[in-house]
């Protein structure tokens, strides 16, 4: 798991370092790489040549340069699904991060409880989005598709259609519906509708008769499945961040 830190001040850097350390070696998580950065300038130009992250720890404030929420904006056009996690001494700018999807708003000084919450979330993220695939055969063709790629499976009259991340139009098979559903994990695809099957990682906010999902899209939810979403988004997110909404009036 790749972790990006953009902070501008030593004594943070170092503090957020020694949060990271001590719940890697809590945890017993192997692979986790820190990529520390004192500039949201750098990191963009970084980001602009291929590099990519789990979860981003975002200073707001920078000395003589752009503030870490245009930095964040920049880098949510481009990754939708990427937890950002806010770190900063005010809360002026908790609309903002808002706007942007936030993963969580963290003041200083930084405790490492808060900071091992953030953590572990993601670490679950990454888990479950990297873990496994759906495998799928239709009219002799095999297909195999990563689970953190699927947005949404809607059954239709003749087909079960796959909308598949950053695809123009739906993989289309003559599988039954209710068959593909039992080939995925519940911990990350819920039953929203009778007709549509959500990955919950890409649920961006949730009302009481719809949903929309990462690329913008609105689904709709069933009154009998309404409480299952909120209850496997909250499952997913760990009673969510500071700006994920979740409506349940």
């Not at 750098?42 to 503030?67: R, S, T, V, Y």
Request: proline share 2%.
């Amino acid at each position: 798991m790749v972790i990006i830190v953009c902070e501008d001040e030593r004594l943070y850097q170092q503090s957020i370092q020694e949060h990271i350390d001590r719940w890697a070696q809590a945890s017993g998580h192997e692979g986790i790489q820190t990529r520390m950065f004192a500039s949201g300038e750098d990191l963009l130009a970084q980001w602009d040549k291929g590099l990519n992250a789990d979860i981003l720890l975002m200073d707001i404030f920078f000395q003589d340069e752009m503030d870490g929420m245009a930095v964040a904006g920049q880098i949510r056009r481009r990754d939708e699904a990427l937890p950002i996690v806010f770190v900063t001494n005010s809360e002026a700018y908790a609309k903002d991060g808002y706007a942007l999807r936030a993963f969580r708003y963290l003041k200083k000084p930084l405790r490492y409880e808060d900071i091992a919450l953030c953590l572990d979330v993601a670490w679950r993220q990454f888990s479950l989005s990297r873990e496994g695939y759906l495998t799928v055969q239709d009219a002799g063709a095999r297909f195999s598709i990563r689970h953190e790629d699927i947005l949404y499976i809607e059954a239709q009259r003749h087909h079960t259609c796959i909308l598949k991340r950053g695809a123009d139009e739906p993989l289309k098979v003559r599988l039954c519906f209710k068959d593909l559903r039992k080939k995925l994990p519940e911990e990350l695809f819920i039953l929203c509708h009778r007709s549509y099957i959500v990955n919950i990682m890409h649920v961006r906010s949730i009302k009481k008769n719809e949903l929309t999902i990462s690329t913008g899209q609105v689904l709709p939810v069933s009154r009998s499945q309404a409480d299952a979403v909120s209850e496997a988004f909250d499952s997913y997110y760990q009673k969510g961040g500071a700006f994920i909404r979740v409506d349940r009036v």
